[in-house]
């Protein structure tokens, strides 16, 4: 039996690769330093490996912003517009890669950076490749190369981990022309090809091929091209693993097994079951890996459970099983042993990555020694001592928290009457003109804020200080947006760190680490908070900052909150519950502030739900429970108030085409999405589907410093007005406006209230 690895992080338990990268993008530093401090990560993370037992070194799972950008260099599928130039136009460089993900051309000016989007159902985003009807591969690039002799001269074996051609395929966007990305197959396959020759000729032994692809629904001209492809690359000289990971590919055994590849890993925690089928499926010779340690959660997993589980397949299969974790630790903070401030119960039960291999080890050694069953009993009570002791503190809010989901019936997820009453109700209320306007939420986050909350973390400014000039801060906002001729205000968020982590400090049950960083793309990295218990609210979160904003003015200013899908989606939950259990504990407490919020005289509320997507199931034929659940949860944090309360929700991204039944059925009075950097494509979901409450489509793309002129936006609301009937529209940004300067939001929304004031005197 083998110990492996599919992936580790690169960042570094400091995040030393951040900081590196953006000290070159800075000028700081130079490329070789840049390159050393990435050589001394590789170095560190492949000893931890070995020590740990594991026997082939994943090498490619390295990367300087993104593993898929560092193969679509490998491959030479840059883009034109980031291309070298002259002489080395079809040489790609480091600076190459960095001028993609960073959005610059060879001469400095800007060139769009390629797209990003998030990699399956993680919270990573890699680069989306882009291809041209006549794209050409080759071999471009040097880094995996170089990084294969790098493990090798340090004595280990190396085995190169990168995504399969078809799953590479499958990602990419074809640009230029519509064309059958299949149709570009067999040229990668050659380039693949010669890829795996040139690994062979390094010595390698081992490939391993991610096509996370299997994991969904595929078509069957995907699921031919699996096979052509694996049939094509028969004849290579290395051995290759064809890894799956994500979810169960038992909808496509019969495919899978029949691929003449050597070797086959399955992540067997989000789908133990398929197991028994592959293993009964196996081809003589084959390998079998065994994704047991979870890759994407936190938590110390039973050695003792997965080694019962697996130990029959063990022996049947005795050196053709690896054991491994379920997907590349990639999606797993680096370090626990650095944690200094987690209670020694809590830290008990987690494992970060290299604990993980650790987990392995154990297991290893479990499964040829089986242990004697009096130690065995001895690890089983210290794990079920320690929850104990963790329910004993909290027993009284948990059992509330228990009974009154258990209470819970229909009506505690509906509004008292329908829309059209509300929204008669409300408009009787608030007076709002045609087509209001607002904003997300945050302001700018000045270097001062950032400051400020840094030295009262410090304990060096003292906590009324802090607040005292927030409150500030906070007035200020208020008078700006007074200034502009905004219709519905925000306080700012300025008090407000993360969106999530502000609300989990203040809720039960959640717990923070020091250095839990997971990368989230490029140099960017989200620290997410820990879900370990019931979950509650003891005392009010928003309501001070709320009132205070409002007493500032006439006009409402909306009361700000991140609603349960989101803080679920960007947490690491526990797994002892179902995540619909743990959505609908949040629910409960996001809609006890919704209450308070309201009966402090805050008339319209925001629950914010920008991950409500992400959460969508790799296979379309599980989306409906996963939506059933997840706008539940929604309802029944908004549905405590009365019908005169104005219910917002947000949501970040643009593809609504396919959900758009479920986001009408949570019933939000208002909702503002993303639009404008797909200039209102998305409003073609509204084509076939009355969306029936209001909505705001932001006509302004925060994610970039420029700002939009009032002919752009009134050109988009436009756009917008003839899907949508003009009284269901609000003008809003596309986004919070956190990221941005005062210097680009001022001009940008004189711009936007003044758009809507020439479309109110031309629609109205
Ligand atoms: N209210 C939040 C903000 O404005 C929403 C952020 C988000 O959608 N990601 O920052
Ligand atoms: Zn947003």
Redesign the pocket.
Known sequence: MQIANLGFPRIGRQRELKFAQEKYWRGEITKAELKLVAAELRKTHWEWQAQAGVSLLPVGDFAFYDQVLTLSATLNAIPERHRNEGAESNKVDLDTLFRVARGRAPSGKDAPAGEMTKYFNTNYHYIVPELTADQEFSLAYEQFFEEVSEAQSLGYAAKPVLLGPVSYLFLSKAVGSEFDKLSLLPKLINTYAALLARFSDQGVDWVQLEEPILALELDSDWQSAITSTYEALKETQVNVLLASYYGTIAHHQALVSALPVAGLHLDLVTAPEQLAVFAENLQPQQVLSLGVINGRNVWAADIDLIAERISSVVNDLQGRVWIAPSCSLLHSPVDLDVEAKLTPELKQQLSFAKQKLSELTQLKALLSTPADSAEKGLIDTTIASCVARRNARDAAADRQVIERVAALNSDDYERDTAFANRQTIQQQKYQLPLLPTTT???FPQTPAIRGLRSRWRKGEITEDFYNDQLRQVTKDTVDRQLKLGIDVLVHG?AERND?VEYFGEQLQGFAFTQFGWVQSYGSRCVKPPLIFGDVSRPVAMTVEWAEFAQSLTEKPVKG?LTGPVTILHWSFAREDISREQIATQIGLAIRDEVVDLQNAGIGIIQI?E?AFREGLPLKKSDWEAYLKWAVDAFKLSAAGVTDETQIHT?M?YSEFNETIAAIAAMDADVITIETSRSRMELLTAFEDFEYPNEIGPGVYDIHTPNIPTVDEMVELIEKAADKIAVRQLWVNPD??L?TRTWDEVEPALKNLVQATKVLRRRLG
Do not use: R, Y
Request: aromatic share 0%.
């Open positions: 997300i939420g945050s968020e969106m700000m914010d920008p947000h970040c986004c919070g956190k």
